[in-house]
């Protein structure tokens, strides 16, 4: 599933050249090297970082992945996700939690945060490496 799930966000990044990681401080923070990678690969990457007191709207173009663990973000910033469902049309959720408004999930354990942490940084490594092959020499 997993695997599969990275070579459909792959496709789907092909096709609309942009991605959006939308979610907290520390899973967007672990996303910086992936991005760097995607953007030597020529996918312009870039956050919408929100937490409990503010909300940035969603960024229209491009793949929106909504990184939330326990699913907090679906139940305190609703709206805000249910309009990133809403406008876009290849919207990725990686959570423990499921939810039908995203076009495409990627289950993550209901572990403790640092295995769901590695878990990530994987999957972010699937899809740069493992999908779409980036040269050795270019990896930072």
Not at 21 to 35: D, E, I, N, Y
Not at 104 to 117: A, E, G, N, R, Y
Request: aromatic content about 8%.
């Amino acid at each position: 599933m997993t695997c599969t799930s990275m070579a459909v966000l792959a496709e789907w990044l092909k096709e609309e050249k942009r991605i959006t990681f939308h979610g907290a401080v520390f899973p967007l923070a672990l996303m910086q090297s992936a991005m760097e990678d995607l953007i030597i690969l020529g996918y312009p990457a870039n956050v919408v970082q929100y937490n409990r007191d503010t909300f940035l709207p969603a960024v229209s173009a491009g793949i929106q992945v909504v990184i939330s663990y326990s699913g907090r973000f679906l139940e305190e910033k609703k709206d805000a996700y249910q309009k990133i469902c809403a406008q876009n049309r290849h919207v990725v959720l990686i959570s423990s939690v499921q939810d039908e408004h995203a076009s495409l999930q990627v289950p993550i354990p209901d572990v403790d945060k640092t295995s769901q942490d590695m878990i990530l940084l994987g999957l972010m490594d699937i899809l740069i490496h493992g999908v779409f092959h980036l040269p050795a020499g270019l990896r930072n």
